[in-house]
């Protein structure tokens, strides 16, 4: 129980780790156009993100993948600037059911990038080998999907207080959210390692 709990707790804090944003950066996106009578949508989208980040950080801590870190630190806000601008340019659009399979396969990939940039810090914090590995990993995996869900309920309970209480209309919550992690990551982005 008490290597559960470091495990978990490790997995946890580096989701709502305050110099780690891009995590939560990443849901607060992909959640923009969402509200929690869409839960069921949004169940499914952080579920295929978990199961893809999942996927590479088990290929990636086995050693069945390996991707440079430099690429892996830049693609991970990559996939939040493009998360951000599709719903920045589909913000009050009718047909969101229609994109859903787009808005899928993204999510799901992106989960991917996102589980082996997660694989480079566990790596560094794990000891031993072979299926030692296994269970801290699912412990560590259990915390990172346990601060997700806090991140979901926070944003959503946000959006339903300003929609709700302050009229902030759906469209209007989305251009502004959407143009405020633009703001956030465009920097991160032109601060690579790639560029350098």
Same mark, same amino acid.
């Given at each position: 129980?008490?290597?559960?709990?470091?495990?978990?707790?490790?997995?946890?804090?580096?989701?709502?780790?305050?110099?780690?944003?891009?995590?939560?950066?990443?849901?607060?996106?992909?959640?923009?156009?969402?509200?929690?009578?869409?839960?069921?949508?949004?169940?499914?989208?952080?579920?295929?993100?978990?199961?893809?980040?999942?996927?590479?950080?088990?290929?990636?801590?086995?050693?069945?993948?390996?991707?440079?870190?430099?690429?892996?630190?830049?693609?991970?806000?990559?996939?939040?600037?493009?998360?951000?601008?599709?719903?920045?340019?589909?913000?009050?659009?009718? %047909?969101?059911?229609?994109?859903?399979?787009? *808005? #899928? !396969?993204?999510? +799901?990939? &992106?989960?991917? @990038?996102?589980?082996?940039? /997660?694989?480079?810090?566990?790596?560094?914090?794990?000891?031993?080998?072979?299926?030692?590995?296994?269970?801290?990993?699912?412990?560590?995996?259990? %915390?990172?999907?346990?601060?997700?869900?806090? *991140? #979901? !309920?926070?944003? +959503?309970? &946000?959006?339903? @207080?300003?929609?709700?209480? /302050?009229?902030?209309?759906?469209?209007?919550?989305?251009?502004?959210?959407?143009?405020?992690?633009?703001?956030?990551?465009?920097?991160?982005?032109?601060?690579?390692?790639?560029?350098?």
């Amino acid at each position: 129980m008490q290597d559960f709990l470091i495990y978990f707790n490790m997995g946890l804090k580096h989701v709502l780790d305050i110099a780690a944003y891009d995590h939560v950066v990443f849901l607060i996106a992909l959640l923009i156009p969402y509200t929690f009578k869409d839960w069921k949508r949004v169940f499914l989208l952080v579920s295929l993100f978990t199961l893809g980040h999942t996927f590479a950080l088990i290929l990636s801590v086995f050693g069945i993948v390996s991707i440079s870190v430099t690429l892996v630190e830049f693609l991970i806000p990559i996939t939040i600037l493009i998360t951000a601008l599709y719903h920045l340019f589909t913000a009050g659009k009718s %047909g969101k059911k229609e994109s859903i399979s787009f *808005v #899928v !396969l993204v999510t +799901l990939f &992106f989960g991917l @990038i996102h589980g082996l940039g /997660f694989s480079n810090y566990f790596n560094t914090i794990m000891v031993g080998s072979g299926m030692s590995k296994l269970v801290p990993l699912l412990e560590f995996a259990l %915390g990172i999907e346990s601060a997700q869900l806090i *991140v #979901v !309920l926070s944003v +959503l309970l &946000f959006a339903y @207080i300003l929609q709700t209480f /302050f009229r902030f209309s759906k469209r209007d919550w989305a251009l502004v959210l959407s143009g405020c992690i633009i703001g956030v990551i465009l920097p991160m982005i032109l601060q690579s390692e790639i560029f350098k």
